[in-house]
């Protein structure tokens, strides 16, 4: 049974990192057990489930009253993968679109995986530790333009960012009509980010650490003047830095490594990965220009340089901090707010894990304070490394491991 977790954003304590927690006056209070159990005992509502991944024109609007949600499970969709790292679907395609650190994307359709890949790049990608095909973003008009963005690592192990169109069959992208959009030199192996979507302002994001190394050792975090530790935000049409950007290409910055972020309405959610000690999800006005979010001054809601006594005004600071050891946390995998049909009762759940620890958690942002955090790991059971989130095209959130892709599904 899932288990309700009081954490407190003011009690980031016992680490041991030596770091001292950084004191937030003005950040409002914490969950308190006062917080509404997410789960109703009694359902009131009527929806209409949506049992499988077919069009909505294909299905009898059958309006039916759900059981309880008694909790969450794991569906396994597709396993024998070679390192998912990301799902994804255009708006109102009922297919799946499956990212393998290798290069490839994956189609999943009408319940099967399909024998040729949509797109393989493999031979353009580096697939070592942290580099490879790392994000997939669809340009908001990909139904009629079938075009897509794709970040990877090349085989220098530069960060590129290209776009692709889909092929007459809409199945196969051309493997012809990569165009190379940006490109940055990296100058470690590590801290790629990875992270590429659209955000509600119809730009293109994309999100990369810190340069590397440990310690912020390239300097990079506190810059606003570089493209590193940063999100970056795009104009498509033409490509180009956005306009409104507060530093060239640059949206936000003093960022570690921000493998995975997402939108939900007019807020980003970014699981920025940690060094040593904590891991962190920050919330932010997704139209806030210039943000930072504080490496290497912070980390998660400590200080790191200096370890105490750190000026952290002017600092985003995570609402969510994740000490090292809890529940064998040490790189946190980013999630998505869940705006599916199936599991009305968690409508504005943000899920977010872990790639060490495995575990599945869910909070909600009510606007100034997490509450309602809940961890569903004792449900859903233990499947190993969480390297990604995705959603399909209604919302329905996936987690992706090593070899396989779940969706996380209610148990009534
Ligand atoms: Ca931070």
């Avoid at 990301?86 to 999943?108: H, N, Q």
């Avoid at 050792?217 to 180009?240: E, I, W």
């Avoid at 105490?308 to 969510?320: A, F, K, N, Q, R």
Wanted: net charge negative; proline share 7%; glycine share 12%.
């Amino acid at each position: 049974m899932r288990r309700l977790i009081i954490l407190s954003l003011l009690l980031a304590s016992c680490s041991g990192s030596g770091q001292e927690a950084i004191t937030i006056p003005s950040t409002p209070p914490a969950a308190t057990s006062t917080v509404a159990d997410p789960v109703p005992t009694t359902t009131t509502s009527a929806i209409s489930p949506s049992t499988t991944l077919e069009p909505s024109t294909t299905t009898t609007a059958t309006t039916i009253p759900l059981e309880p949600l008694q909790g969450l499970a794991y569906e396994e969709v597709v396993s024998g993968l070679a390192f998912p790292v990301f799902v994804d679907a255009p708006s109102d395609d009922s297919r799946l679109f499956i990212v393998t650190k290798d290069g490839r994307i994956w189609l999943w359709k009408d319940g099967s995986l399909l024998v040729e890949p949509f797109l393989d790049i493999a031979d353009q990608v580096r697939n070592e530790g942290e580099q490879g095909l790392l994000g997939l973003a669809f340009d908001p008009a990909f139904a009629d333009n079938g075009r897509f963005f794709v970040h990877y690592s090349d085989n220098s192990g530069d960060t590129v960012l290209s776009s692709y169109v889909a092929s007459a069959d809409p199945d196969r992208a051309d493997p012809e009509s990569g165009q190379i959009l940006f490109e940055a030199d990296q100058p470690a192996s590590n801290h790629n980010g990875g992270m590429l979507a659209f955000g509600p302002d119809g730009y293109l994001y994309l999100a990369l650490g810190d340069g590397g190394r440990a310690n912020d050792a390239f300097g990079h975090g506190q810059r606003s003047d570089t493209v590193y530790g940063a999100l970056l935000r795009f104009a498509t049409d033409p490509f180009g830095p956005a306009p409104g950007n507060p530093f060239d290409e640059v949206w936000a910055y003093g960022l570690r490594n921000p493998w995975r972020f997402s939108f939900d309405g007019d807020l980003i959610y970014i699981g920025d990965v940690g060094q040593g000690s904590f891991e962190e999800i920050n919330v932010a006005s997704a139209g806030e220009p210039g943000l930072n979010y504080g490496w290497p001054i912070s980390e998660g809601l400590h200080c790191f340089a200096p370890s105490s006594g750190c000026d952290v005004e002017g600092i985003t600071l995570p609402v969510i901090e994740v000490a090292h050891g809890d529940g064998g946390t040490c790189s946190i995998t980013g999630g998505y707010v869940y705006r599916g049909s199936e599991i009305p009762e968690l409508e504005g759940h943000y899920f977010y894990s872990d790639y060490c620890g495995g575990w599945l958690r869910s909070f909600v942002w009510d606007g100034a304070a997490v509450i309602g955090e809940s961890d569903w790991t004792d449900d859903v059971g233990a499947i190993g490394r969480i390297t990604s989130f995705g959603t399909d095209a209604y919302g329905e959130i996936y987690v992706t491991t090593g070899d396989t892709v779940y969706r996380i599904t209610p148990v009534r």
